[in-house]
């Protein structure tokens, strides 16, 4: 019988060294969570992660900038929703090579 793991896709590593991993985090933290989108579609066009992933986070983000422009941003809720958007990229973007495995 053959192993699921012998027939399983090959999936490129997402990051090449430690000193690329943190220039991905710290662009998502820089940029106030504002390119996470573009990066984490680069890391689905690399089948790193799912492609709902950089469209979830360009609809939190995105969607929340906007709709605060329309709708006012009075009671700043759209600094509480960047800041924690951008943590959960950074954190994100720090463990997506965390499984990765030579070979696979």
Do not use: C, Q
């Amino acid at each position: 019988m053959s192993s699921s793991h012998l027939n399983a896709p090959i999936r490129a590593r997402m990051y090449a060294k430690t000193p690329h991993k943190v220039i991905w985090v710290v662009a998502i933290v820089v940029s106030a969570g504002l390119l996470a989108p573009p990066l984490f579609f680069i890391a689905a066009k690399k089948r790193v992660v799912s492609m709902a992933v950089p469209v979830f986070y360009a609809v939190i983000i995105y969607g929340s900038v906007i709709v605060a422009t329309i709708l006012g941003n009075s009671k700043n809720w759209e600094g509480l929703v960047l800041a924690l958007t951008m943590i959960v990229a950074a954190v994100h973007a720090a463990l997506l090579d965390t499984e990765w495995k030579p070979g696979r």
